[in-house]
């Protein structure tokens, strides 16, 4: 899981006589009467499918899951999904669903996320201890149930479990094993709870999902032993650095650089085993930098510098 500074909202749910409006006033009018406090709400959403939102979440994540980050570019359309689920949510206590949900949220930005079928809908799912059903379909755990809005704007008060990779940094709270396998980062504590809890809500330790991110991390690792080979034997013999051996140093650092782009399937992995590599080799960038300077590169078709290649050659 990665973090990503989400733009501004698309037209669409702007428009003050667009869908959204409408939707929006119709779930507000509904809550102002005290009797509907805690009721399911009765309207429908249609605002959060236009095709302007579609667009902008597959923009969002570069077209993979916010949670997973597999990509779902080339196999299946998007599930926008509800952060803060919009028709009912879960009760962690009763086990039952719970109305309303959030449905004045249903047409906010800030709440929809791009997700696969598997981190969004409850199925049956094999992971790592066992076989049951898994997908965050209307879970939104809190620290406490009783926190639970039941009105808008109360949600503001809740203390939300799982992670939002639009808000939350959620590079600090994972670890990921030589196998794939995805654990909480910290060892106790608020980081290790929401860690555990969002890795069972949407199923990130699927034995599919762990299988091919171990099958990435072998990709990866196979290409910092190229790297790694390659700069070790120029600093074994300085007099081979001809144009050649240079290029073929540029092209292993590019190959890095790529895994580490945004839109990249499992870039939170490839970023733990690779930037640690790389971090020596490039002293005077941040990683922030290096990021926005390999997404300007690839806006450009361009795909190396001579910055880079004077840095790894040092
Ligand atoms: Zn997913």
């Not at 929006?24 to 605002?47: I, W």
């Not at 290790?192 to 330790?205: D, M, P, Y």
């Not at 292993?252 to 790389?278: C, G, H, K, N, W």
Request: aromatic share 8%.
């Amino acid at each position: 899981m990665i973090r990503v500074k989400r733009p501004d909202p698309p037209d669409s749910l702007l428009r003050k006589d667009g869908k959204a409006a409408a939707e929006r006033d119709a779930v507000m009018k509904f809550f102002e009467s005290a009797q509907n406090l805690g009721q399911k709400y009765p309207g429908v959403f249609k605002a959060y499918k236009e095709d302007d939102v579609v667009k902008a979440i597959n923009i969002l994540f570069g077209e993979k899951c916010a949670y997973c980050e597999s990509t779902y570019r080339a196999t299946a359309p998007v599930d926008v999904e509800h952060y803060r689920p919009k028709n009912a949510v879960f009760d962690e206590v009763t086990k039952k669903l719970k109305y309303p949900g959030y449905p004045w949220l249903a047409f906010e930005w800030s709440n929809l996320l791009p997700s696969c079928i598997d981190c969004n809908r409850r199925r049956t799912q094999k992971v790592s201890d066992g076989k049951r059903v898994v997908g965050k379909a209307n879970r939104f755990p809190l620290v406490s149930e009783r926190q639970r809005a039941n009105r808008p704007g109360d949600e503001k008060k809740e203390d939300a479990l799982l992670l939002n990779p639009c808000e939350d940094a959620v590079h600090e709270y994972f670890i990921y094993e030589e196998m794939g396998v995805i654990l909480p980062r910290a060892k106790r504590g608020a980081k290790f709870q929401r860690a555990l809890v969002t890795i069972e809500v949407v199923g990130l330790h699927r034995a599919g999902l762990v299988g091919r991110r171990r099958k990435h991390l072998k990709k990866v690792q196979r290409d910092i032993r190229k790297f790694q080979n390659h700069e070790q034997l120029l600093r074994d013999n300085p007099g081979l650095k001809g144009d050649a051996v240079m290029k073929q140093l540029d092209e292993l650092v590019d190959t890095l650089l790529e895994y580490l782009e945004p839109d990249e399937e499992y870039t939170a992995l490839s970023r733990q085993f690779i930037e640690p590599v790389l971090a020596p080799f490039l002293p005077a960038l941040s990683s922030k930098a290096r990021r926005s300077s390999t997404a300007e590169r690839r806006r450009d078709g361009s795909r190396r510098t001579s910055a880079r290649t004077a840095r790894c050659s040092a």
